[in-house]
């Protein structure tokens, strides 16, 4: 059923959407799916260069899980905006040292309506969201404005 | 630091079909699986997508950043053409305006312009300022109809 403004109050919270720990494959396949190929999210030649530690989640790849993480609650159709700041990197997790790094790449989104409103004939709602990894850092936060029936 | 004669500059724009194929791609990527099989039917199965009410198979919401890649030599060309030190390069904001739907099939034409530059009043841990661009991008479909606006932030670090 799909959800319905009459459905939802101000405060409410959206379903939590937790990701599989991400891993340098995920973000091979994101760059060549998007297209973006900074070698800052898969070249460690390019990472020693630069002096960080590790290669990093694209941003837009954390903002894409908020995206599954909305699609999954609403029907994408009803969606008028989303937005999205970057807070702090992602490292992947490293396969030869799961039990210590599976955390801090793993991503739960969470998000609460924070406004309900008419405009353009519709009725709309206003959700903030937040993506977290399984440590508690802040990864992004953003909102997302969305039409329903 | 990004070159500031280049803001108001109109990158060339571009025209694109949105492949089939690359939907699913891309929805499997950000639904962080590995196989199409283990995503929603409707970015790949075109009668799944109609049962669900909708013309045709439609693109996940942030497939709109692969229009921003796929011309231009992609990142690396508007790195280039901005004057931006790769390796100092971070995006830091993202917002899309959906004003219709874009579905596998139509052919978009992709205009991007340099919207602000400028520099934060605040400066970073090390003492600089931090460089600013802001990119707007408008996605028109094949009856000239506006569907999205992207406004893109980026900093060098």
């Known amino acids: 059923m799909a959800i319905t403004y009459d459905d939802v109050k101000i405060g409410d919270t959206i379903p939590t959407y937790t990701s599989a720990p991400i891993t340098r494959t995920h973000l091979v396949r994101y760059a060549g799916a998007s297209g973006d190929f900074n070698p800052l999210h898969h070249d460690e030649s390019f990472i020693k260069m630069i002096g960080m530690d590790n290669v990093i989640a694209h941003g837009i790849l954390i903002m894409g899980i908020a995206g599954e993480a909305i699609t999954s609650w609403i029907d994408q159709r009803n969606l008028r905006s989303f937005n999205a700041r970057f807070l702090s990197m992602t490292e992947p997790a490293d396969l030869n040292d799961m039990e210590h790094t599976t955390g801090r790449a793993t991503i739960t989104i969470s998000g609460k309506i924070v406004k309900k409103y008419e405009e353009n004939g519709e009725k709309r709602i206003k959700c903030d969201i937040v993506a977290k990894d399984a440590l508690g850092s802040r990864k992004l936060a953003g909102f997302f404005i969305a039409a329903l029936p | ?157």
């Open chain 2, 1 to 157: 630091m990004a070159d500031r004669s280049k803001l108001g500059m109109e990158f060339p724009a571009y025209t694109m079909t949105v492949e089939k194929s690359k939907i699913a791609e891309f929805a499997v990527a950000v639904g962080l699986k590995d196989d199409k099989a283990q995503i929603d039917p409707i970015y790949y199965d075109e009668e799944a997508a109609k049962r669900a009410g909708y013309e045709g198979i439609p693109v996940p919401p942030t497939f709109m950043t692969s229009f921003f890649f796929w011309t231009g030599e992609g990142l690396m060309g508007i790195v280039k053409a901005l004057g931006i030190d790769l390796s100092k390069l971070l995006h830091s904001e993202e917002e899309y305006e959906f004003l219709g739907n874009i579905y596998a099939g139509d052919v978009i034409t992709r205009k991007m312009k340099v919207a602000e530059m400028f520099e934060r009043g605040k400066r970073d841990r090390l003492g600089r300022f931090v460089d600013v661009t802001i990119l707007e991008t408008e996605i028109i479909n094949q009856r000239g109809e506006l569907v999205a606006k992207v406004r893109s932030t980026m900093m060098e670090r």
